[in-house]
């Protein structure tokens, strides 16, 4: 009965629980022989850089390339081995072509210019309520007609 026990103990989630705690206490008594613990360092900072590496590969690339933001010193362990340059340059392309089937295509060439050759409309600027006074002279509101004749300049893009 006893051995039944057992096993449901060491299956169990409360198991997993146990064993991550101790995984953290053997952490936190490395961090406290390093002389880092409770003292507000960045610790990946104070590591060799053969375990920030260790520890930055760890992480899946979103939570790298959220790590990589926190500091240049976070930014240039993370870029300094390839393996995690290729997990983030594979992550940036799929998510580009995600991108690419949901986005509509760019504008071609010739639809913007096109646009850009229109003619612009112009609203009449509506009468001030109240006087305005630039260098001690009245100014008076300017009228101007409701579509303009000119082009727009023509922009190539």
């Not at 936190?28 to 960045?42: F, N």
């Not at 340059?85 to 504008?107: G, S």
């Not at 007609?145 to 023509?154: H, M, V």
């Given at each position: 009965?006893?051995?039944?026990?057992?096993?449901?103990?060491?299956?169990?989630?409360?198991?997993?629980?146990?064993?991550?705690?101790?995984?953290?206490?053997?952490?936190?008594?490395?961090?406290?022989?390093?002389?880092?613990?409770?003292?507000?360092?960045?610790?990946?900072?104070?590591?060799?850089?053969?375990?920030?590496?260790?520890?930055?590969?760890?992480?899946?690339?979103?939570?790298?390339?959220?790590?990589?933001?926190?500091?240049?010193?976070?930014?240039?362990?993370?870029?300094?081995?390839?393996?995690?340059?290729?997990?983030?340059?594979?992550?940036?392309?799929?998510?580009?072509?995600?991108?690419?089937?949901?986005?509509?295509?760019?504008?071609?060439?010739?639809?913007?210019?096109?646009?850009?050759?229109?003619?612009?409309?112009?609203?009449p600027?509506?009468?001030?309520?109240?006087?305005?006074?630039?260098?001690?002279k009245?100014?008076?509101?300017?009228?101007s007609?409701?579509?303009?004749?000119?082009?727009?300049?023509?922009?190539r893009?």
């Open positions: 009965m006893e051995k039944k026990w057992e096993m449901r103990f060491l299956l169990s989630p409360s198991a997993e629980h146990f064993e991550k705690a101790a995984n953290m206490d053997s952490f936190k008594q490395l961090m406290i022989a390093m002389g880092v613990h409770h003292q507000g360092i960045d610790f990946i900072r104070e590591l060799p850089v053969e375990l920030s590496q260790i520890i930055l590969s760890k992480l899946d690339t979103q939570s790298l390339l959220n790590a990589a933001q926190v500091s240049r010193k976070w930014l240039a362990i993370s870029k300094s081995t390839s393996s995690s340059r290729q997990r983030v340059r594979r992550h940036i392309r799929r998510r580009n072509r995600r991108l690419a089937q949901v986005l509509p295509p760019p504008p071609s060439k010739q639809s913007t210019t096109r646009i850009l050759s229109k003619p612009m409309l112009s609203f600027q509506t009468k001030i309520p109240y006087p305005t006074i630039l260098n001690n009245l100014l008076k509101p300017k009228t007609s409701l579509i303009s004749t000119q082009p727009r300049i023509l922009l893009l």
